[in-house]
T-cell receptor, first 113, second 116 residues
Framework: GDSVTQMEGPVTLSEEAFLTINCTYT??????LFWYVQYPGEGLQLLLK?????DKGSNKGFEATYRKETTSFHLEKGSVQVSDSAVYFC????????????FGPGTSLSVIP | GAVVSQHPSRVICKSGTSVKIECRSL??????MFWYRQFPKKSLMLMAT?????????EQGVEKDKFLINHASLTLSTLTVTSAHPEDSSFYIC????????????FGQGTRLTVV
């Protein structure tokens, strides 16, 4: 079945450092790809998404590009802030899986001043 | 964007009692809603798919008699944890897909269930 793999962390960075969180997926169809963020004690928020190959999703300085050839959707940010500390989930949704959202294990990010 | 409201946000109950969690789509109709469970420091595991007007579809390993799902209208799905035990303590999150516009999945705020 469909699945998502991502680096689990935890990741600790200094403020203004560059962030990369790797994500790869396995899908039988042609999925849409997402990054969700969960701040401490809160629910999920959609951070960005991409629906087809070579699409780049971006939001709040975060970016990820849908790479079909490598089945990847790595999350990047050029300069992280303390307020970016959260858990980040890579996810996919595929019509062949009845549009269920399937999540990766999550990556905990801590940004220190 | 669309809003999914989940209630309650926190609940504490005694072992053996039942707890109902509501998930509402506030400004769109959702024929399908999803229920997830999140263990501490873990990812979200899909429990079941809730279908309006029909039985829910449960993922493998999820006890359908323990986690009762009802999707009586296009804007409301409920998850009832029956005869709760401490091991049912977890964070439960619902999701609804807005097929009318963006076909995007929106998530509720989650419910922290503690069984004592």
């Amino acid at each position: 079945g469909d699945s998502v793999t991502q680096m689990e962390g935890p990741v600790t960075l200094s403020e203004e450092a560059f962030l990369t969180i790797n994500c790869t997926y396995t899908a039988t169809g042609y999925p849409s790809l997402f990054w969700y963020v969960q701040y401490p004690g809160e629910g999920l928020q959609l951070l960005l998404k991409a629906t087809k190959a070579d699409d780049k999703g971006s939001n709040k300085g975060f970016e990820a590009t849908y790479r079909k050839e490598t089945t990847s959707f790595h999350l990047e940010k050029g300069s992280v802030q303390v307020s970016d500390s959260a858990v980040y989930f890579c996810a996919l949704s595929d019509i062949t899986s009845y549009d269920k959202v399937i999540f990766g294990p999550g990556t905990s990010l801590s940004v220190i001043p | 964007g669309a809003v999914v409201s989940q209630h309650p946000s926190r609940v504490i109950c005694k072992s053996g009692t039942s707890v109902k969690i509501e998930c509402r789509s506030l400004d769109f109709q959702a024929t399908t809603m999803f229920w997830y469970r999140q263990f501490p420091k873990k990812s979200l595991m899909l429990m079941a798919t809730s279908n309006e007007g029909s039985k829910a579809t449960y993922e493998q390993g999820v006890e359908k008699d323990k986690f009762l799902i009802n999707h009586a209208s296009l804007t409301l799905s409920t998850l009832t944890v029956t005869s709760a035990h401490p091991e049912d303590s977890s964070f439960y999150i619902c999701s609804a897909r807005d097929r009318g516009s963006t076909n995007e999945a929106f998530f509720g705020q989650g419910t922290r269930l503690t069984v004592v």
